[in-house]
Protein backbone atom coordinates (compact mmCIF):
# COMPACT_ATOMS: atom_id res chain seq x y z
CA UNK A 1 0.00 0.00 0.00
CA UNK A 2 1.34 3.41 -0.53
CA UNK A 3 1.73 5.90 1.80
CA UNK A 4 1.10 9.13 0.11
CA UNK A 5 2.90 11.06 2.71
CA UNK A 6 6.16 9.32 2.38
CA UNK A 7 6.04 9.39 -1.24
CA UNK A 8 5.86 12.94 -1.01
CA UNK A 9 8.79 13.00 1.91
CA UNK A 10 11.16 10.68 -1.35
CA UNK A 11 9.92 12.91 -3.78
CA UNK A 12 11.49 16.12 -1.82
CA UNK A 13 14.34 14.24 -0.86
CA UNK A 14 15.14 12.73 -4.36
CA UNK A 15 14.71 16.28 -5.95
CA UNK A 16 16.82 18.01 -3.53
CA UNK A 17 19.76 14.70 -4.30
CA UNK A 18 19.27 15.75 -8.16
CA UNK A 19 20.11 19.29 -7.55
CA UNK A 20 21.80 21.58 -5.04
CA UNK A 21 21.91 18.47 -2.75
CA UNK A 22 24.24 17.05 -5.34
CA UNK A 23 27.19 18.59 -4.42
CA UNK A 24 26.67 19.15 -0.68
CA UNK A 25 26.23 15.52 -0.20
CA UNK A 26 29.34 14.98 -1.68
CA UNK A 27 31.10 17.47 0.55
CA UNK A 28 29.13 16.30 3.71
CA UNK A 29 31.26 12.63 2.86
CA UNK A 30 33.96 13.67 3.94
CA UNK A 31 35.81 14.49 7.45
CA UNK A 32 36.39 18.75 7.73
CA UNK A 33 39.98 18.17 7.71
CA UNK A 34 40.20 15.69 4.72
CA UNK A 35 37.56 18.06 2.50
CA UNK A 36 39.89 21.30 2.87
CA UNK A 37 43.65 19.39 2.53
CA UNK A 38 41.82 17.49 -0.68
CA UNK A 39 40.88 21.35 -1.89
CA UNK A 40 44.27 22.77 -0.90
CA UNK A 41 46.15 19.95 -2.83
CA UNK A 42 43.87 20.40 -5.55
CA UNK A 43 44.70 24.01 -5.71
CA UNK A 44 48.64 23.37 -5.54
CA UNK A 45 48.76 21.38 -8.25
CA UNK A 46 46.38 24.17 -10.14
CA UNK A 47 48.76 26.89 -9.05
CA UNK A 48 51.56 25.01 -10.19
CA UNK A 49 50.56 24.50 -13.43
CA UNK A 50 49.53 27.97 -13.65
CA UNK A 51 52.71 29.05 -12.46
CA UNK A 52 54.93 26.73 -15.12
CA UNK A 53 52.32 28.34 -17.98
CA UNK A 54 53.27 32.16 -16.73
CA UNK A 55 56.60 31.27 -16.47
CA UNK A 56 56.57 29.51 -19.76
CA UNK A 57 55.21 32.82 -21.44
CA UNK A 58 57.71 35.05 -19.69
CA UNK A 59 60.96 33.21 -20.96
CA UNK A 60 59.29 33.58 -24.61
CA UNK A 61 58.69 36.82 -23.98
CA UNK A 62 61.98 37.90 -23.32
CA UNK A 63 63.59 34.90 -24.82
CA UNK A 64 65.69 37.33 -26.97
CA UNK A 65 66.94 39.12 -23.69
CA UNK A 66 67.27 35.71 -21.98
CA UNK A 67 69.71 34.16 -25.05
CA UNK A 68 71.85 37.33 -24.33
CA UNK A 69 72.47 37.42 -20.73
CA UNK A 70 72.29 33.83 -19.38
CA UNK A 71 75.86 33.87 -19.37
CA UNK A 72 76.00 36.71 -17.35
CA UNK A 73 73.26 35.78 -14.50
CA UNK A 74 73.79 34.88 -11.34
CA UNK A 75 71.63 31.94 -11.84
CA UNK A 76 71.29 30.88 -8.15
CA UNK A 77 69.68 34.15 -7.79
CA UNK A 78 67.44 33.93 -10.23
CA UNK A 79 66.36 30.20 -8.96
CA UNK A 80 65.89 31.94 -5.36
CA UNK A 81 63.46 34.58 -6.99
CA UNK A 82 61.19 32.73 -9.37
CA UNK A 83 61.06 30.37 -5.85
CA UNK A 84 60.00 33.11 -4.04
CA UNK A 85 57.18 34.09 -6.43
CA UNK A 86 56.01 30.70 -6.75
CA UNK A 87 55.88 29.75 -2.86
CA UNK A 88 54.03 33.04 -2.18
CA UNK A 89 51.56 32.49 -5.46
CA UNK A 90 51.34 28.86 -3.73
CA UNK A 91 50.65 30.02 -0.05
CA UNK A 92 48.34 32.98 -0.87
CA UNK A 93 46.27 30.70 -3.54
CA UNK A 94 46.47 27.73 -1.00
CA UNK A 95 45.17 30.44 2.10
CA UNK A 96 42.41 31.56 -0.39
CA UNK A 97 40.76 27.94 -0.53
CA UNK A 98 41.40 27.06 2.76
CA UNK A 99 39.07 29.97 3.91
CA UNK A 100 36.60 29.12 0.83
CA UNK A 101 36.49 25.68 1.02
CA UNK A 102 35.96 25.98 5.14
CA UNK A 103 33.49 28.35 4.12
CA UNK A 104 31.82 25.78 1.70
CA UNK A 105 31.74 22.99 3.81
CA UNK A 106 30.08 24.94 6.73
CA UNK A 107 27.43 25.54 4.33
CA UNK A 108 27.25 21.89 2.97
CA UNK A 109 26.70 20.44 6.50
CA UNK A 110 24.13 23.30 7.06
CA UNK A 111 22.36 22.05 4.54
CA UNK A 112 22.04 18.77 4.65
CA UNK A 113 20.68 18.83 8.30
CA UNK A 114 17.21 19.20 6.69
CA UNK A 115 18.24 16.69 4.49
CA UNK A 116 19.36 13.96 7.32
CA UNK A 117 16.56 15.18 9.39
CA UNK A 118 13.83 14.25 6.59
CA UNK A 119 15.94 10.73 6.01
CA UNK A 120 15.58 10.19 9.96
CA UNK A 121 11.85 10.71 9.12
CA UNK A 122 11.69 8.06 6.79
CA UNK A 123 13.01 5.56 8.36
CA UNK A 124 10.62 5.93 11.19
CA UNK A 125 7.99 6.03 8.41
CA UNK A 126 9.25 2.52 7.15
CA UNK A 127 9.82 1.37 10.74
CA UNK A 128 6.49 1.83 12.18
CA UNK A 129 4.87 0.81 8.57
CA UNK A 130 6.71 -2.39 9.62
CA UNK B 1 1.51 48.84 -15.35
CA UNK B 2 -1.76 46.38 -14.98
CA UNK B 3 -1.21 44.68 -17.93
CA UNK B 4 2.96 43.77 -17.36
CA UNK B 5 1.86 42.55 -14.24
CA UNK B 6 -0.71 40.22 -16.12
CA UNK B 7 1.77 39.30 -18.65
CA UNK B 8 4.15 38.77 -16.04
CA UNK B 9 2.22 35.83 -14.68
CA UNK B 10 1.13 34.52 -18.30
CA UNK B 11 4.80 34.42 -18.70
CA UNK B 12 5.57 32.44 -15.55
CA UNK B 13 2.37 30.23 -16.22
CA UNK B 14 4.29 29.71 -19.94
CA UNK B 15 7.39 29.07 -18.54
CA UNK B 16 6.82 26.29 -16.40
CA UNK B 17 4.55 24.75 -18.72
CA UNK B 18 6.61 24.45 -21.70
CA UNK B 19 10.47 24.70 -19.67
CA UNK B 20 11.87 21.68 -21.40
CA UNK B 21 10.89 23.62 -24.70
CA UNK B 22 11.96 27.10 -23.62
CA UNK B 23 15.23 26.39 -21.89
CA UNK B 24 17.10 24.62 -25.10
CA UNK B 25 15.52 27.44 -27.28
CA UNK B 26 17.67 29.82 -24.96
CA UNK B 27 20.72 27.91 -24.91
CA UNK B 28 20.29 27.68 -28.97
CA UNK B 29 19.91 31.11 -29.66
CA UNK B 30 22.97 32.15 -26.42
CA UNK B 31 25.47 30.06 -27.76
CA UNK B 32 24.04 30.86 -31.80
CA UNK B 33 24.77 34.48 -30.90
CA UNK B 34 27.78 34.17 -29.15
CA UNK B 35 29.27 31.97 -31.84
CA UNK B 36 28.37 34.28 -34.63
CA UNK B 37 29.65 37.39 -32.79
CA UNK B 38 33.21 35.50 -32.43
CA UNK B 39 33.15 34.84 -35.82
CA UNK B 40 32.07 38.70 -36.37
CA UNK B 41 35.29 39.96 -34.00
CA UNK B 42 38.02 36.91 -34.87
CA UNK B 43 36.60 35.09 -38.51
CA UNK B 44 40.02 34.09 -39.00
CA UNK B 45 39.13 30.77 -40.11
CA UNK B 46 36.94 30.48 -43.19
CA UNK B 47 35.65 27.16 -42.06
CA UNK B 48 34.74 28.04 -39.10
CA UNK B 49 33.23 31.64 -40.58
CA UNK B 50 30.19 29.12 -41.81
CA UNK B 51 26.62 29.73 -40.14
CA UNK B 52 25.90 26.22 -40.90
CA UNK B 53 28.80 25.31 -38.78
CA UNK B 54 27.39 28.05 -35.70
CA UNK B 55 24.18 26.42 -36.44
CA UNK B 56 24.49 22.85 -35.79
CA UNK B 57 27.16 24.19 -32.78
CA UNK B 58 24.25 26.07 -31.37
CA UNK B 59 21.98 22.62 -31.75
CA UNK B 60 24.47 20.93 -30.09
CA UNK B 61 24.73 23.48 -27.35
CA UNK B 62 21.18 23.62 -27.09
CA UNK B 63 21.14 20.26 -25.34
CA UNK B 64 24.26 20.04 -23.71
CA UNK B 65 24.45 22.15 -20.27
CA UNK B 66 25.27 25.41 -20.14
CA UNK B 67 28.80 25.25 -19.64
CA UNK B 68 29.48 23.73 -23.08
CA UNK B 69 28.87 26.96 -24.80
CA UNK B 70 31.80 28.45 -22.77
CA UNK B 71 33.48 25.84 -23.91
CA UNK B 72 32.24 25.93 -27.62
CA UNK B 73 33.26 29.28 -27.55
CA UNK B 74 36.84 28.87 -26.55
CA UNK B 75 37.66 26.57 -28.75
CA UNK B 76 35.77 28.78 -31.39
CA UNK B 77 38.24 31.83 -30.54
CA UNK B 78 41.41 29.33 -30.06
CA UNK B 79 40.96 27.91 -33.90
CA UNK B 80 40.50 31.56 -34.95
CA UNK B 81 43.37 33.19 -33.17
CA UNK B 82 45.60 29.47 -34.70
CA UNK B 83 44.55 30.72 -38.18
CA UNK B 84 46.07 34.12 -37.41
CA UNK B 85 49.09 32.52 -36.08
CA UNK B 86 50.22 29.93 -33.69
CA UNK B 87 51.77 31.98 -30.80
CA UNK B 88 48.35 34.35 -30.77
CA UNK B 89 46.81 30.96 -30.15
CA UNK B 90 49.43 29.94 -27.57
CA UNK B 91 49.13 32.97 -25.75
CA UNK B 92 44.90 32.75 -26.15
CA UNK B 93 45.08 28.73 -24.63
CA UNK B 94 47.32 29.79 -21.78
CA UNK B 95 45.49 33.04 -20.67
CA UNK B 96 41.81 30.61 -20.73
CA UNK B 97 44.37 27.42 -19.07
CA UNK B 98 45.17 29.83 -16.26
CA UNK B 99 41.91 31.08 -15.93
CA UNK B 100 40.43 27.68 -15.92
CA UNK B 101 42.85 26.65 -13.17
CA UNK B 102 42.84 29.65 -10.71
CA UNK B 103 39.34 31.27 -11.11
CA UNK B 104 36.94 29.19 -12.08
CA UNK B 105 37.16 26.76 -8.89
CA UNK B 106 35.88 29.39 -7.02
CA UNK B 107 33.22 30.80 -9.59
CA UNK B 108 32.42 28.36 -12.19
CA UNK B 109 28.54 28.14 -11.12
CA UNK B 110 27.59 31.21 -13.30
CA UNK B 111 30.48 30.57 -16.21
CA UNK B 112 27.96 31.85 -18.44
CA UNK B 113 28.96 35.51 -17.44
CA UNK B 114 32.21 34.72 -19.00
CA UNK B 115 30.83 34.57 -22.39
CA UNK B 116 28.05 37.42 -21.78
CA UNK B 117 30.57 39.58 -20.99
CA UNK B 118 32.74 39.60 -24.19
CA UNK B 119 29.15 39.82 -26.09
CA UNK B 120 27.67 42.95 -24.18
CA UNK B 121 30.95 44.43 -24.69
CA UNK B 122 30.90 43.97 -28.82
CA UNK B 123 27.05 45.37 -28.19
CA UNK B 124 28.82 48.37 -26.38
CA UNK B 125 26.61 47.55 -23.27
CA UNK B 126 29.36 46.59 -21.03
CA UNK B 127 28.05 48.04 -17.79
CA UNK B 128 24.68 45.73 -18.00
CA UNK B 129 26.63 43.12 -16.91
CA UNK B 130 28.42 43.99 -12.86
CA UNK B 131 24.77 45.57 -11.78
CA UNK B 132 22.85 42.61 -13.78
CA UNK B 133 25.26 39.94 -11.68
CA UNK B 134 25.17 41.53 -8.59
CA UNK B 135 21.46 41.37 -8.67
CA UNK B 136 20.78 38.29 -9.35
CA UNK B 137 24.41 36.08 -8.25
CA UNK B 138 26.56 35.68 -5.46
CA UNK B 139 29.81 37.59 -4.62
CA UNK B 140 31.74 34.55 -5.99
CA UNK B 141 30.49 36.13 -9.51
CA UNK B 142 33.05 38.61 -9.41
CA UNK B 143 35.19 35.82 -10.66
CA UNK B 144 33.71 34.99 -13.29
CA UNK B 145 32.61 38.68 -14.38
CA UNK B 146 36.43 39.93 -14.50
CA UNK B 147 37.53 36.45 -16.48
CA UNK B 148 34.58 37.90 -18.60
CA UNK B 149 36.43 41.26 -18.59
CA UNK B 150 39.97 39.75 -19.63
CA UNK B 151 38.89 37.48 -22.18
CA UNK B 152 37.18 40.51 -23.83
CA UNK B 153 40.43 42.63 -24.20
CA UNK B 154 42.19 39.36 -25.39
CA UNK B 155 40.15 39.18 -28.37
CA UNK B 156 40.14 42.57 -28.76
CA UNK B 157 43.70 42.32 -28.94
CA UNK B 158 44.08 39.73 -31.13
CA UNK B 159 41.81 41.50 -33.56
CA UNK B 160 43.53 45.00 -33.41
CA UNK B 161 46.89 43.63 -33.86
CA UNK B 162 45.82 41.25 -36.71
CA UNK B 163 46.87 43.36 -39.69
CA UNK B 164 50.65 43.87 -37.41
CA UNK B 165 50.72 40.14 -36.84
CA UNK B 166 49.98 39.67 -40.60
CA UNK B 167 52.76 41.84 -41.75
CA UNK B 168 55.41 39.76 -39.26
CA UNK B 169 57.49 36.97 -41.26
CA UNK B 170 57.15 33.79 -39.74
CA UNK B 171 60.60 33.65 -38.11
CA UNK B 172 59.46 36.84 -35.74
CA UNK B 173 57.72 34.54 -33.02
CA UNK B 174 58.73 36.52 -30.21
CA UNK B 175 57.85 39.86 -31.81
CA UNK B 176 54.33 38.29 -32.02
CA UNK B 177 54.57 37.15 -28.69
CA UNK B 178 55.28 39.99 -27.47
CA UNK B 179 52.62 41.97 -29.56
CA UNK B 180 49.57 40.20 -27.72
CA UNK B 181 50.96 39.97 -24.11
CA UNK B 182 51.94 43.56 -24.18
CA UNK B 183 48.09 43.97 -25.68
CA UNK B 184 47.17 41.81 -22.52
CA UNK B 185 49.14 42.68 -19.47
CA UNK B 186 49.90 46.56 -20.46
CA UNK B 187 46.56 47.64 -20.98
CA UNK B 188 45.59 49.77 -17.98
CA UNK B 189 41.62 49.98 -19.20
CA UNK B 190 41.07 46.39 -19.17
CA UNK B 191 42.85 46.84 -15.04
CA UNK B 192 39.92 49.83 -14.61
CA UNK B 193 37.34 47.97 -16.11
CA UNK B 194 38.16 44.72 -13.66
CA UNK B 195 38.30 46.76 -10.50
CA UNK B 196 35.06 48.72 -11.59
CA UNK B 197 32.74 46.10 -12.63
CA UNK B 198 34.27 43.90 -9.09
CA UNK B 199 33.46 46.97 -6.51
CA UNK B 200 29.97 46.84 -8.43
CA UNK B 201 29.12 43.70 -8.16
CA UNK B 202 29.92 43.94 -4.48
CA UNK B 203 28.31 46.63 -4.16
CA UNK B 204 25.24 46.18 -6.05
CA UNK B 205 25.23 42.61 -4.10
CA UNK B 206 25.47 44.23 -1.04
CA UNK B 207 22.84 46.75 -0.98
CA UNK B 208 20.03 44.47 -2.20
CA UNK B 209 20.80 42.11 0.16
CA UNK B 210 20.06 44.86 2.58
CA UNK B 211 16.86 44.49 4.79
CA UNK B 212 15.92 48.02 3.53
CA UNK B 213 12.71 49.57 1.41
CA UNK B 214 13.49 49.56 -2.16
CA UNK B 215 17.04 47.69 -1.87
CA UNK B 216 17.05 46.79 -4.84
CA UNK B 217 16.39 50.12 -6.69
CA UNK B 218 18.92 51.83 -4.22
CA UNK B 219 21.45 48.95 -5.36
CA UNK B 220 21.07 49.56 -8.75
CA UNK B 221 21.56 53.29 -8.76
CA UNK B 222 24.44 52.94 -5.79
CA UNK B 223 26.37 50.35 -8.62
CA UNK B 224 25.73 52.54 -11.59
CA UNK B 225 27.02 55.41 -9.82
CA UNK B 226 30.07 54.03 -8.12
CA UNK B 227 30.51 52.28 -11.62
CA UNK B 228 30.58 55.47 -13.39
CA UNK B 229 32.44 57.57 -10.65
CA UNK B 230 35.45 54.37 -11.25
CA UNK B 231 36.02 54.67 -14.44
CA UNK B 232 36.07 58.57 -14.29
CA UNK B 233 38.94 57.74 -12.00
CA UNK B 234 40.42 55.01 -13.82
CA UNK B 235 39.95 57.70 -16.86
CA UNK B 236 41.90 60.56 -14.84
CA UNK B 237 44.60 58.38 -12.77
CA UNK B 238 45.55 56.37 -16.46
CA UNK B 239 44.58 58.30 -19.61
CA UNK B 240 42.45 55.89 -20.59
CA UNK B 241 40.09 57.75 -23.05
CA UNK B 242 37.07 56.20 -21.72
CA UNK B 243 34.48 57.47 -23.22
CA UNK B 244 32.08 59.80 -20.68
CA UNK B 245 29.12 59.83 -23.03
CA UNK B 246 29.40 56.11 -23.39
CA UNK B 247 29.67 55.59 -19.95
CA UNK B 248 26.59 57.51 -19.24
CA UNK B 249 24.38 56.01 -21.64
CA UNK B 250 25.47 52.43 -20.93
CA UNK B 251 24.76 53.22 -17.27
CA UNK B 252 21.24 54.20 -18.27
CA UNK B 253 20.78 51.24 -19.85
CA UNK B 254 22.07 49.23 -17.71
CA UNK B 255 19.66 50.54 -15.10
CA UNK B 256 16.49 50.22 -17.93
CA UNK B 257 17.89 46.21 -17.82
CA UNK B 258 18.28 46.31 -14.11
CA UNK B 259 14.64 47.46 -13.90
CA UNK B 260 13.66 44.87 -16.54
CA UNK B 261 15.50 41.86 -14.01
CA UNK B 262 14.12 43.35 -10.70
CA UNK B 263 10.25 42.91 -12.73
CA UNK B 264 11.04 39.46 -13.79
CA UNK B 265 12.37 38.39 -10.67
CA UNK B 266 10.39 36.15 -9.71
CA UNK B 267 8.98 35.15 -13.23
CA UNK B 268 11.60 32.39 -13.40
CA UNK B 269 10.37 29.71 -10.68
CA UNK B 270 13.14 27.97 -9.63
CA UNK B 271 10.77 25.38 -8.18
CA UNK B 272 10.59 23.61 -11.38
CA UNK B 273 8.42 20.76 -12.04
CA UNK B 274 10.49 17.94 -11.12
CA UNK B 275 10.91 14.54 -12.48
CA UNK B 276 12.27 11.79 -10.02
CA UNK B 277 13.09 8.14 -9.80
CA UNK B 278 13.50 6.25 -6.19
CA UNK B 279 12.96 2.75 -5.31
CA UNK B 280 12.24 1.29 -1.91
CA UNK B 281 11.98 -2.42 -1.09
CA UNK B 282 8.56 -2.59 -2.59
CA UNK B 283 8.12 -0.19 -5.61
CA UNK B 284 9.69 1.66 -8.27
CA UNK B 285 8.51 5.32 -8.37
CA UNK B 286 8.64 7.58 -11.64
CA UNK B 287 7.36 10.88 -9.93
CA UNK B 288 6.38 13.94 -11.57
CA UNK B 289 5.90 16.64 -9.45
CA UNK B 290 4.06 20.00 -10.57
CA UNK B 291 4.97 22.90 -8.07
CA UNK B 292 1.41 24.57 -7.42
CA UNK B 293 1.67 28.21 -8.36
CA UNK B 294 -0.85 30.94 -8.27
CA UNK B 295 -2.17 32.95 -10.74
CA UNK B 296 -3.29 36.52 -9.94
CA UNK B 297 -4.16 38.11 -13.43
CA UNK B 298 -7.71 38.75 -13.16
CA UNK B 299 -8.07 39.98 -9.81
CA UNK B 300 -8.37 43.71 -9.62
CA UNK B 301 -10.11 46.09 -6.85
CA UNK B 302 -10.65 49.15 -8.24
CA UNK B 303 -11.63 51.76 -5.60
CA UNK B 304 -13.53 54.74 -6.71
CA UNK B 305 -13.15 57.83 -4.52
CA UNK B 306 -15.76 60.42 -5.96
CA UNK B 307 -16.13 63.72 -4.63
CA UNK B 308 -19.52 64.38 -3.61
CA UNK B 309 -20.24 68.21 -4.42
CA UNK B 310 -23.49 67.48 -2.12
CA UNK B 311 -24.93 70.97 -0.36
CA UNK B 312 -23.90 70.06 3.41
CA UNK B 313 -20.70 68.86 4.04
CA UNK B 314 -19.02 68.21 1.21
CA UNK B 315 -18.60 64.31 1.98
CA UNK B 316 -16.50 62.22 -0.17
CA UNK B 317 -17.97 58.89 -0.82
CA UNK B 318 -15.62 55.65 -1.40
CA UNK B 319 -16.71 52.56 -2.82
CA UNK B 320 -14.33 49.53 -3.47
CA UNK B 321 -15.80 47.02 -5.80
CA UNK B 322 -13.97 43.60 -6.97
CA UNK B 323 -13.89 42.60 -10.73
CA UNK B 324 -13.93 39.23 -12.03
CA UNK B 325 -12.22 38.26 -9.04
CA UNK B 326 -11.05 34.71 -10.09
CA UNK B 327 -8.07 33.83 -8.99
CA UNK B 328 -6.79 30.72 -10.54
CA UNK B 329 -4.77 28.69 -9.33
CA UNK B 330 -2.50 26.31 -11.86
CA UNK B 331 -1.86 22.71 -10.77
CA UNK B 332 -3.52 22.48 -7.32
CA UNK B 333 -6.30 20.57 -6.26
CA UNK B 334 -6.23 20.23 -2.59
CA UNK B 335 -5.79 24.00 -1.16
CA UNK B 336 -8.78 25.42 -2.24
CA UNK B 337 -9.68 27.88 0.27
CA UNK B 338 -6.18 29.19 1.07
CA UNK B 339 -4.41 32.28 -0.08
CA UNK B 340 -4.07 32.28 -3.34
CA UNK B 341 -0.51 33.53 -3.05
CA UNK B 342 2.15 31.17 -2.07
CA UNK B 343 5.64 32.16 -1.25
CA UNK B 344 4.42 35.78 0.36
CA UNK B 345 4.42 37.51 -2.45
CA UNK B 346 1.14 39.23 -3.36
CA UNK B 347 -0.26 41.75 -5.97
CA UNK B 348 -3.00 44.04 -5.43
CA UNK B 349 -3.41 46.84 -8.40
CA UNK B 350 -5.43 49.20 -7.98
CA UNK B 351 -6.50 52.28 -10.36
CA UNK B 352 -8.17 55.78 -9.73
CA UNK B 353 -9.94 57.95 -12.45
CA UNK B 354 -7.88 60.58 -14.07
CA UNK B 355 -9.43 63.69 -12.61
CA UNK B 356 -7.64 64.26 -9.50
CA UNK B 357 -9.29 62.67 -6.95
CA UNK B 358 -7.81 64.57 -4.19
CA UNK B 359 -8.66 68.08 -5.44
CA UNK B 360 -11.70 68.65 -2.83
CA UNK B 361 -9.95 66.96 0.06
CA UNK B 362 -9.22 68.74 3.31
CA UNK B 363 -5.92 66.94 5.19
CA UNK B 364 -8.42 65.83 7.60
CA UNK B 365 -10.49 63.72 5.19
CA UNK B 366 -7.37 62.49 4.33
CA UNK B 367 -6.41 60.97 8.26
CA UNK B 368 -9.99 59.69 8.09
CA UNK B 369 -10.22 58.07 4.69
CA UNK B 370 -6.80 56.57 4.85
Keep these: MLDEERVILMTRMAAYERKEGRQNIKIGNYFRSD ?48 LTYYVASAVSYGLLTYV ?22 LNAMYEQQG | MTDLLEIREKIKILYSKYEFLILPVVKFVLAFVVLLSLNNRLGYMGQLDNIAVVLITGLMCSFLPSGFIVLFAAVFSLLHMYALSVEAALVGFGVYLVMFLLFFRFGSKDSLVVVLT ?67 VKNREMVVMIAAFAVTVLTVYLIRRLAVDHAWTIAMAAGALLDVVILLIGDLLYDINISLGGVLLGSL ?67 TERTGGTSGRYGASKTAGRS ?3 GGRSVTIGSVSQEDPFEDLSEDDFDDNY
Excluded at chain 1, 53 to 64: G, K, R, S
Excluded at chain 2, 296 to 303: G, I, P, Y
Design chain 1, 100 to 121: VSTYRYAKAKKSLKQYYHNLKK
Design chain 2, 253 to 319: LALAVAKVIEFFRFCVDYSRTERVQFEDDEYYYYVKAVPKMAVAMSTKTVKRINPQRSRGDGGNRVT
Design chain 1, 35 to 82: YIAVQVLKSLFSVTVAFALVAALYVFYHFDTLLQEIYQMDLPAFARKV
Design chain 2, 340 to 342: PYR
Design chain 2, 118 to 184: PLLFAWKIPYVIPIAVGLVCGPVSVVPVGCGVITHYLLKTVADSASAINTLGEEDISAKLRMIIDGL
